[in-house]
């Protein structure tokens, strides 16, 4: 399956990291604003509707339309698995609903004294079968733009 990783250090705790992206906010806040991203519905673990924090088991259902062109894209993603310790936090999100065949995308978050680094993991698969298997590797050209557009807003939003 292909995989695309990206990391950024950030200046900032790790305790500041990691809080920002345990919100729905921080998701808008680092979604590149081309992508025309709408959180439609989060719902908690336990049927709560809009949890301040993402939660093992939260659902949440999003919608873009790139560059406000076409119809909009919907997905839903589940929280798979989440766990913090001193130093270190990860979480993992998994699409159950959209454009992909798979996409799990794992957050990990490192402290560096003051500093964090945050390394995004997605392992993918394109719908299609045999045609999507052989267009996979020119999905690194998008990703990597919107990455780094991430990582950049990441970093304005907490340094």
Do not use: C
Request: negative net charge.
């Amino acid at each position: 399956m292909p995989t695309y990783e990206r990391s950024i250090r950030i200046d900032a705790p790790l305790e500041e990291v990691w809080d920002f992206h345990s919100r729905v906010s921080g998701l808008e806040a680092v979604t590149p604003p081309w992508l025309n991203l709408r959180a439609e519905a989060v719902m908690g673990p336990d049927g709560e509707r809009d949890p301040d924090i993402l939660e093992e088991d939260a659902e949440i259902s999003m919608s873009i339309r790139p560059f406000g062109v076409g119809p909009r894209v919907h997905w839903t993603s589940v929280i798979l698995e989440r766990d913090s310790r001193p130093g270190r936090a990860y979480f993992s999100d998994e699409m159950v609903h959209g454009p992909f065949a798979t996409w799990v995308h794992t957050h990990s978050f490192f402290a560096d004294g003051e500093q964090t680094v945050l390394r995004d993991k997605i392992e993918y698969a394109l719908p299609g079968g045999r045609l999507g298997e052989t267009v996979a590797p020119f999905s690194r050209v998008g990703f990597e733009g919107m990455f780094l557009d991430r990582h950049r807003r990441t970093r304005r939003a907490l340094e």
